[in-house]
Protein backbone atom coordinates (compact mmCIF):
# COMPACT_ATOMS: atom_id res chain seq x y z
CA UNK A 1 0.00 0.00 0.00
CA UNK A 2 1.34 3.04 -1.05
CA UNK A 3 1.64 6.65 0.96
CA UNK A 4 -1.26 8.34 -0.71
CA UNK A 5 -3.65 5.49 -0.43
CA UNK A 6 -2.58 5.43 3.00
CA UNK A 7 -3.43 9.22 3.36
CA UNK A 8 -6.86 8.74 1.12
CA UNK A 9 -8.18 5.82 3.51
CA UNK A 10 -7.47 8.30 6.19
CA UNK A 11 -9.05 11.64 5.11
CA UNK A 12 -12.43 9.20 3.96
CA UNK A 13 -12.16 8.11 7.40
CA UNK A 14 -12.39 12.00 8.85
CA UNK A 15 -15.35 12.19 6.36
CA UNK A 16 -16.99 9.35 7.54
CA UNK A 17 -16.94 9.26 11.57
CA UNK A 18 -19.19 11.87 11.03
CA UNK A 19 -21.91 10.26 8.63
CA UNK A 20 -21.57 7.23 10.74
CA UNK A 21 -22.29 9.23 14.30
CA UNK A 22 -25.29 10.77 12.56
CA UNK A 23 -26.22 7.21 11.36
CA UNK A 24 -26.02 6.34 14.75
CA UNK A 25 -28.59 8.49 15.84
CA UNK A 26 -30.77 8.46 13.50
CA UNK A 27 -31.04 4.65 13.66
CA UNK A 28 -32.24 5.56 17.59
CA UNK A 29 -35.07 7.24 15.93
CA UNK A 30 -33.98 10.76 16.83
CA UNK A 31 -32.45 13.32 14.29
CA UNK A 32 -35.28 13.85 11.61
CA UNK A 33 -33.14 17.52 11.26
CA UNK A 34 -30.66 15.09 9.30
CA UNK A 35 -32.98 13.23 6.93
CA UNK A 36 -32.89 15.36 3.61
CA UNK A 37 -36.40 16.16 2.24
CA UNK A 38 -38.13 15.45 5.76
CA UNK A 39 -36.54 18.57 7.39
CA UNK A 40 -37.44 21.20 4.59
CA UNK A 41 -41.72 20.24 4.82
CA UNK A 42 -43.79 21.58 6.98
CA UNK A 43 -44.90 20.78 10.94
CA UNK A 44 -48.57 19.89 9.44
CA UNK A 45 -46.60 17.28 6.54
CA UNK A 46 -44.31 16.30 9.30
CA UNK A 47 -46.92 14.84 11.08
CA UNK A 48 -48.55 12.45 8.71
CA UNK A 49 -45.31 10.30 9.00
CA UNK A 50 -43.91 8.45 11.53
CA UNK A 51 -40.36 10.09 12.53
CA UNK A 52 -39.23 7.32 14.41
CA UNK A 53 -39.28 4.99 11.24
CA UNK A 54 -38.33 7.31 8.79
CA UNK A 55 -34.68 7.82 10.81
CA UNK A 56 -34.68 4.06 11.68
CA UNK A 57 -34.83 3.58 7.52
CA UNK A 58 -32.16 6.49 7.00
CA UNK A 59 -30.15 5.47 9.17
CA UNK A 60 -29.97 1.55 8.77
CA UNK A 61 -29.11 3.16 5.14
CA UNK A 62 -26.19 5.41 6.16
CA UNK A 63 -24.82 3.19 8.47
CA UNK A 64 -22.93 0.72 5.94
CA UNK A 65 -22.61 3.59 3.66
CA UNK A 66 -20.10 5.04 6.18
CA UNK A 67 -18.46 1.83 7.08
CA UNK A 68 -17.59 1.30 3.54
CA UNK A 69 -16.29 4.67 2.66
CA UNK A 70 -12.73 4.32 3.61
CA UNK A 71 -12.09 1.25 1.24
CA UNK A 72 -13.11 3.94 -1.52
CA UNK A 73 -9.40 4.97 -1.63
CA UNK A 74 -9.14 1.32 -2.90
CA UNK A 75 -10.19 0.81 -5.43
CA UNK A 76 -11.65 -1.75 -7.96
CA UNK A 77 -14.01 -3.76 -5.93
CA UNK A 78 -14.29 -1.80 -2.77
CA UNK A 79 -15.15 1.04 -4.98
CA UNK A 80 -17.47 -0.61 -7.06
CA UNK A 81 -19.33 -1.86 -4.00
CA UNK A 82 -19.69 1.46 -2.03
CA UNK A 83 -21.16 3.09 -5.46
CA UNK A 84 -23.64 -0.25 -6.31
CA UNK A 85 -24.34 0.45 -2.07
CA UNK A 86 -25.25 4.23 -2.42
CA UNK A 87 -26.83 4.20 -5.72
CA UNK A 88 -29.09 1.43 -5.34
CA UNK A 89 -29.30 1.68 -1.53
CA UNK A 90 -30.41 5.65 -1.92
CA UNK A 91 -32.97 4.82 -4.69
CA UNK A 92 -34.81 1.45 -2.12
CA UNK A 93 -35.02 3.76 0.39
CA UNK A 94 -36.21 6.51 -1.34
CA UNK A 95 -39.18 4.59 -3.04
CA UNK A 96 -39.87 2.76 -0.03
CA UNK A 97 -40.22 5.92 2.12
CA UNK A 98 -42.56 6.72 -0.98
CA UNK A 99 -44.52 3.74 -0.82
CA UNK A 100 -44.70 1.86 2.24
CA UNK A 101 -47.36 2.81 3.84
CA UNK A 102 -45.40 1.72 7.35
CA UNK A 103 -44.12 4.97 7.40
CA UNK A 104 -47.18 6.86 7.20
CA UNK A 105 -49.24 7.49 10.73
Same mark, same amino acid.
Given at each position: ??? %???? !?? !?? @???? !?? +? ?5 ? =????? #???? *? ?7 ? #?? %?? %? /? ?5 ? @?? @? =?? #? *??? +?????? $??? $? ?15 ? !? ?9 ? %? /? *???
Amino acid at each position: MTN %EQIT !AI !AV @CSVI !AL +PLIIISI =VLMTG #RGGD *FVAGFNTKS #RA %ER %E /KYDEKAV @CR @C =VG #R *FTL +PAGLLM $PLL $PLGGVYAAAFIGYTVIG !AAVVMISLRKS %E /K *FRR
